[in-house]
């Protein structure tokens, strides 16, 4: 099944039902279960870990105009979940967190705010409350993050908790535990179910209005880059609105090598079923440098559709400091002293 000439359709906007369909066009059964989805899998193209790793370098050489530059730092920005998911985080620090998105630049009123803040989801009113009456989105961390490690019943429960208190977007994990154990159908039923209680997010006046789902693969725990792309084609055949890299709290986080890969995906499951998911790379990412490398990857892999902060985010705490450092560096010609930014 092509459909790359059709217009693309928002993922969040999908029923259940087209969901199943376009999943079971796609690896041509009706049973979507764990043997069927391997078939379709394991007959994905293998990834050539050489190559991928020699596509990142050749990216990363490219050079951008001062005047690009300047448009892909406030891109940069506008791409940004800002998060805080310590053990440790208090209303006073994510409304702090809120803040500083809603400011990042006091005095610049032409700098943008990122996309959203990332907190869990006992948080997610402070953070709304915070936040009203900004384009801001919440975002919730869900499903037993960061291990995934605990029964469907509870991790259906921590989302519908979050989707309950009001959260914009859900970040979910898979359980990576199913995935290499083969158990795909699982882990397809798992997003499945989860994507059903996002769906079920009303707005204001008791319209529906979905939460965005982000599927967590924890690319560091899928040991090669075959499972990269198999785990990405899984999350999107069960109803990912994006899919992500990490929960940062593993090693290696997102690394451009797998978000390319990723990319691949995204593109060539538009082209497969008219849907354009979006990808977002999480952990340690922490450089405006770094930051522009992706989106010329973006641009060169996925396409420029994809430079757009409905279909591309970064999963960043200590970026946002670099990027207002660099900000400032273009206007005035010198960086700023260490207190230019707040630092927390």
């Not at 039902?17 to 376009?22: A, G, M, R, S, Y």
């Amino acid at each position: 099944m092509t459909r790359s000439s059709a217009v693309a359709a928002a993922p969040w906007d999908r029923s259940a039902t087209h969901v199943e369909q376009t999943a079971q066009e796609i690896i041509g059964s009706a049973a979507l279960s764990s043997a069927a989805l391997a078939r379709y899998l394991h007959g994905l193209p293998g990834v050539d870990e050489v190559g991928a790793k020699g596509r990142a370098a050749m990216l990363s050489t490219r050079s951008i105009k001062t005047t690009s530059k300047a448009w892909a730092l406030d891109m940069t920005i506008r791409m940004m979940d800002l998060t805080t998911l310590e053990g440790a985080d208090t209303p006073g620090k994510v409304r702090g967190l809120v803040a500083k998105a809603r400011t990042p630049e006091p005095g610049d009123p032409d700098c943008p705010s990122p996309a959203a803040v990332c907190v869990y989801n006992d948080l997610v009113p402070t953070a709304l409350a915070a936040a009203e009456g900004t384009g801001i989105k919440v975002a919730a961390v869900s499903t037993a993050f960061p291990s995934g490690r605990a029964s469907r019943e509870v991790r259906l429960a921590d989302t519908k908790d979050a989707v309950d208190a009001g959260a914009h977007e859900i970040d979910m994990v898979i359980d990576r535990g199913a995935f290499l154990a083969g158990d795909y159908a699982r882990v397809y039923e798992d997003i499945a179910l989860v994507r059903e209680v996002c769906q079920s997010r009303r707005g204001p006046g008791g319209e529906p209005d979905p939460a965005h789902l982000k599927v967590i693969l924890e690319t560091g725990e899928l040991a090669t880059y075959d499972n990269v792309r198999r785990a990405s084609w899984l999350a999107m055949l069960a109803g990912a609105d994006f899919i992500k890299t990490s929960t940062g709290k593993v090693s290696p986080a997102a690394t451009l090598p797998v978000t390319i890969l990723m990319l691949e995906a995204v593109r060539d499951f538009l082209a497969a079923a008219g849907v354009q998911v979006g990808v977002k790379p999480a952990g340690g990412i922490r450089t405006s440098k770094e930051a522009i490398r992706y989106l010329v990857s973006v641009n060169e892999v996925a396409g420029p559709a994809w430079l757009d902060p409905d279909f591309f985010r970064f999963g960043a705490s200590s970026l946002l400091n670099d990027v207002l450092l660099q900000r400032q560096k273009l206007a005035t010609g010198v960086y700023s002293g260490g207190d230019y930014v707040t630092m927390d």
